[in-house]
């Protein structure tokens, strides 16, 4: 197998680094946040506005992403990320915080890391080239998963525990070195092709080819549709799990390591998905990533044993990371340099767009029917996108 080369390993250490402290501030910002307001409404108004920029600003930092040199476009949203962190860390320390001051903390964020992860899938066919994207996804899936899910959270709760600055400064670094390995990484890494024309025009003509690219049209309505599934699933699944009066009667200690499970086969299949990519095809790993994902989410419906359920969310996490790879990869693959930032935030506009829409229907079906049903119809619906998935390639 080839190298992928040295300038990949620093954009892995980057990326790995800008995760870590990812994981670090979506716990600490939380519980923090307790510390100011015991609102219900407060703190979910804190979730919704971190996630606001992905349905609000992904199309621009799509058309950021391939105006600009998409390295810088990461220097700069990591630089900005450090700052804001370290503003909030010096008022905190001042005893001046507030949950106001969370909210445009937590906007800022979010505005950063849409154009920071934009400009990170853009890039990485200019690093690696286009031979080689599955086996450097794979790669970057597994610091990902590492940094994010696996040390970040806990790693975020044992610092807010030493103190709320030394929890927000610590991100605050991991950035700001992010940053050191990603200046490193040399070329330049402007689109090729790029126009004097207008934001409006550079978002048409990007929607215009991620809408009549028959793969790409099809990828997008099947992600969106296993993020609707994924998302109404696990909206409620901690109401089925945790407590003495649940249907399994978990401990929320329990429950964190049931749902690491998930992570944990993802990291597993992180190291596999080329060679799963290549024995099966891609149009059968893609339908791997489908069966499994739809008994991780129906899996509760049929048992409420926990070690069963534990090995189920393995394999649906395993095939998770397999559908991530080779969907990311291909995309990457079809969408023409000069529109692979617009592309991309198009793609995950779909694909973010349609979380909350899951969790509103989960909700929904929940106080109508239950909440094994929903279980049921999730899993429906992604067997159900059995019938998009692409024959040839």
């Known amino acids: 197998m080839t190298s992928l080369g040295s300038a990949f390993w620093r954009l892995w250490t980057a990326s790995s680094l800008s995760n870590l402290a990812d994981g670090i501030i979506k716990i600490a910002l939380g519980l923090v946040a307790v510390q100011l307001t015991r609102s219900?409404?407060?703190?979910?108004?804190l979730a919704f506005v971190s996630s606001l920029p992905w349905l609000v600003f992904a199309l621009h930092a799509g058309v950021l992403a391939d105006r600009v040199d998409r390295r810088r476009a990461m220097l700069t949203a990591n630089v900005f990320r450090a700052g804001l962190l370290t503003a909030l860390a010096v008022v905190i320390a001042v005893d001046l915080g507030s949950i106001w001051l969370l909210y445009v903390i937590a906007l800022g964020l979010g505005l950063a890391e849409t154009l920071h992860d934009t400009a990170a899938q853009a890039i990485l066919p200019q690093v690696v080239g286009r031979a080689r994207l599955t086996r450097a996804n794979s790669r970057l899936y597994a610091g990902e998963l590492t940094a994010n899910e696996f040390a970040g959270p806990p790693l975020g709760g044992f610092l807010v525990t030493?103190?709320?600055?030394?929890?927000?400064?610590?991100?605050?670094?991991?950035?700001?070195?992010?940053?050191?390995?990603?200046?490193f990484v040399p070329g330049s890494f402007r689109a090729?092709?790029?126009?004097?024309?207008?934001?409006?025009?550079?978002?048409?003509?990007?929607?215009?080819?991620?809408?009549?690219?028959?793969?790409?049209?099809?990828?997008?309505?099947?992600?969106?549709?296993?993020?609707?599934?994924t998302s109404a699933?696990?909206?409620?699944?901690?109401?089925?799990?945790?407590?003495?009066?649940?249907?399994?009667?978990?401990?929320?200690?329990?429950?964190?390591?049931?749902?690491?499970?998930?992570?944990?086969?993802?990291?597993?299949?992180?190291?596999?998905?080329?060679?799963?990519e290549l024995a099966l095809g891609r149009?059968?790993?893609?339908?791997?990533?489908?069966?499994?994902?739809?008994?991780?989410?129906?899996?509760?419906?049929?048992?409420?044993?926990?070690?069963?359920?534990?090995?189920?969310?393995?394999?649906?996490?395993?095939?998770?990371?397999?559908?991530?790879?080779?969907?990311?990869?291909?995309?990457?693959?079809?969408?023409?340099?000069h529109l692979l930032g617009r592309g991309t935030s198009g793609h995950r506009l779909v694909a973010w767009g349609t979380k909350p829409l899951g969790a509103a229907a989960a909700g929904l079906l929940a106080e109508a029917f239950g909440l094994r049903p929903v279980f049921t119809v999730m899993a429906a619906v992604i067997l159900a996108l059995l019938l998009f998935c692409p024959r040839e390639w």
Do not use: C, H, K
Request: positive net charge; proline residues 4%.
């Open 192 to 229: 090729e092709g790029t126009r004097d024309t207008s934001v409006r025009e550079d978002l048409v003509e990007g929607l215009r080819f991620l809408w009549t690219n028959r793969i790409l049209r099809i990828l997008a309505i099947m992600v969106g549709g296993f993020n609707f599934a």
């Open 283 to 337: 149009s059968r790993a893609l339908i791997l990533g489908l069966l499994t994902g739809a008994a991780l989410v129906g899996i509760p419906a049929v048992t409420t044993n926990p070690y069963v359920v534990g090995v189920v969310f393995f394999l649906g996490g395993a095939g998770i990371v397999v559908w991530n790879v080779v969907v990311v990869s291909m995309r990457q693959r079809l969408i023409p340099d």
């Open 40 to 45: 219900p409404a407060l703190i979910a108004g």
């Open 233 to 276: 699933m696990l909206t409620i699944f901690v109401l089925y799990a945790v407590g003495p009066a649940s249907a399994m009667g978990l401990t929320t200690q329990a429950y964190g390591f049931l749902l690491a499970t998930i992570a944990l086969g993802g990291f597993a299949a992180s190291f596999a998905a080329e060679r799963i």
């Open 162 to 183: 030493a103190g709320a600055f030394t929890a927000f400064a610590t991100p605050a670094a991991l950035w700001l070195v992010s940053v050191a390995a990603l200046f």
